[in-house]
């Protein structure tokens, strides 16, 4: 052992070193690398004088502000764990995770301290509260109250360092059945999932590198934004802080900066292109976009890239810190023509460095034929050991020594995989499996449809019957002729087609902005 650890800390340190001028922007604020180095290390060193101990959990409430991204790196630093809290779950939710979390600290901005000051009486497990507060407002609350800026200034504390294995992160799952889960996630996992992130994103057709501009547009609180706060900063990018997810300033900042890449969910996307301003402000930006949380389908991917933006697909989950796959070339793709190489996009792409990933079914693995369908499992060194305070639940999910995603997946012959289904979401028809996404990126296709989920209904005769949920202005009878053209040119059975299209104004979204078909399966009920 040479003493050098897998830590937030050395990831921070040499990417100061290397690219300490770089900047990270916030709203009218710009700081260097090395700004935010110096006011991190006092942050943590402040967090401590304020009685903050190692192995503490400090919950952090707030839209994807420069408060956040400093919770990102002096939390773990200093060997206290950062817990990330969905702020879109509701109220009682957020308390229960907190207290599963064993919080006992708070960073949070004003704009959310009413929630606290109301609920004061659930949190009595808390020490302290660490407000972002401009004005140093005043607070009634029997909770001691620290103000952020005062937290920034000048400190000469030494701290000792944290060891790689100890926990960085934790936070819970959507929790769209049953309550949310913890996952929790070490230094070590974190570096270790920055530098294969990397490693994967530096390939076509994204070759994420020193000269991008990167937005994320994953919710800070959602899976580590996709772990891009650390490997932007470790790769030497600026980085653009969105705050809250407001459309048309989101599309002002991202043409006024360059924005060059971004990462969201697919209806994150839809909304970007739906704004009226979408074409004028994206079109010079030669954006790339990493699509997850869900599968890309073919029409959003199409409609994007009229806009100028190139889409690439990735996957993975809360449980996996989270990047298992990203759509980038392999050797057996790369010189295919570009019209070919949009279709590899599309798929779920081909697992990052050091995932060893497979596609089972009744415990074999599947032929790469793109047809046969199994369950992806995996292993990795970044992936959570188990669920927080919940033994069954962890077994279940790393059965036999590999962790099982429950999701339902082709792979090709040139080794991309291709989600077809959630197991929770599988529909079946007299005892045959109905792939949802694959009919749901043949009705993306159909002039009209903005958004498409296609979910089960009970049915006497056959178990369970598709019924398609649309939002957009296609007409029923277009629709119909459509699915009637891909079953006869093959593209799917006859027995897919679902029996009901029904059209909505609005998708229900789960708290990490993705369609909720749980919340659609009800409505047919
Ligand atoms: P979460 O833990 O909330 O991020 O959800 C993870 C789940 O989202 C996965 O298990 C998949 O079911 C789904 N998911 C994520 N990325 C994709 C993708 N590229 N295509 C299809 N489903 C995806």
Not at 139 to 166: A, G, R
Request: glycine residues 6%; proline residues 4%.
């Amino acid at each position: 052992m040479n003493g050098f650890d897998l830590t937030i800390n050395n990831l921070l340190e040499t990417a100061v070193m290397n690219n300490g001028d770089q900047k990270i922007v916030y709203m009218d604020r710009s700081l260097t690398y090395k700004e935010f180095y110096k006011n991190a290390m006092n942050l943590s060193k402040n967090l401590i004088k304020i009685g903050v101990n190692r192995k503490d959990v400090i919950a952090v409430i707030d839209y994807d502000s420069l408060m956040y991204m400093y919770g990102y790196y002096s939390i773990p630093m200093i060997g206290a764990v950062m817990h990330t809290v969905n702020i879109r779950y509701p109220p009682e939710i957020i308390f229960y995770t907190m207290q599963r979390a064993d919080d006992s600290y708070i960073m949070i901005d004003e704009v959310f301290m009413d929630l606290i000051v109301k609920n004061a009486a659930y949190l009595n497990f808390i020490k302290g509260i660490i407000v972002n507060s401009k004005d140093h407002k005043h607070f009634d609350i029997n909770i001691p109250v620290y103000y952020f800026d005062d937290l920034l200034k000048d400190s000469d504390l030494e701290f000792k360092e944290p060891d790689e294995n100890d926990t960085a992160t934790l936070f819970f799952t959507s929790g769209t059945t049953g309550l949310p889960k913890g996952v929790s996630f070490t230094h070590r996992q974190l570096v270790l999932h920055s530098i294969a992130s990397i490693g994967a994103l530096s390939n076509e057709p994204i070759k994420y590198n020193i000269n991008d501009v990167v937005m994320p547009l994953v919710p800070m609180f959602h899976v580590h934004a996709w772990g891009i706060p650390y490997t932007s900063i470790m790769n030497g990018i600026k980085y653009v802080l969105p705050g809250k997810y407001d459309i048309p300033r989101i599309l002002e900042t991202m043409n006024k900066e360059k924005v060059s890449m971004s990462a969201m969910v697919p209806t994150i996307l839809y909304m970007l292109i739906s704004d009226k301003n979408a074409k004028q402000l994206l079109q010079d930006l030669n954006l790339k976009v990493i699509i997850g949380g869900a599968a890309l389908s073919r029409g959003l991917a199409e409609r994007a890239r009229a806009y100028g933006i190139d889409v690439v697909s990735g996957y993975g989950m809360s449980e996996t810190a989270p990047i298992l796959t990203l759509a980038v070339y392999n050797r057996k793709v790369i010189n295919k023509s570009d019209e070919e190489k949009f279709e590899f996009r599309l798929k779920t792409g081909i697992p990052i460095p050091m995932v060893s990933l497979r596609v089972v079914n009744n415990n074999k693995d599947v032929e790469n034929n793109g047809k046969e369908i199994g369950e992806i499992i995996v292993r990795a060194p970044w992936l959570t050991n188990g669920y927080i305070k919940d033994k069954e639940k962890s077994e279940e999910l790393w059965k036999d020594g590999w962790l099982h995603t429950g999701d339902l997946a082709v792979i090709d012959e040139y080794g991309y995989i291709k989600i077809v289904d959630r197991e929770k979401d599988a529909i079946k028809s007299g005892g045959e499996f109905i792939p949802s996404l694959i009919l749901e990126d043949l009705i993306s296709t159909i002039q009209g449809v903005n958004e498409v989920a296609v979910v089960a209904k009970a049915d006497d005769k056959w178990g369970e019957r598709p019924v398609a949920f649309i939002n957009g202005n296609a007409s029923l009878d277009e629709i119909k002729i459509k699915m009637s053209e891909f079953v006869d040119t093959g593209r799917i059975a006859k027995f897919w087609v679902p029996d009901d299209f029904i059209f909505v104004n609005e998708m229900p979204k789960t708290s990490t902005g993705k369609i909720d078909k749980k919340v659609l399966r009800d409505k047919l009920r």
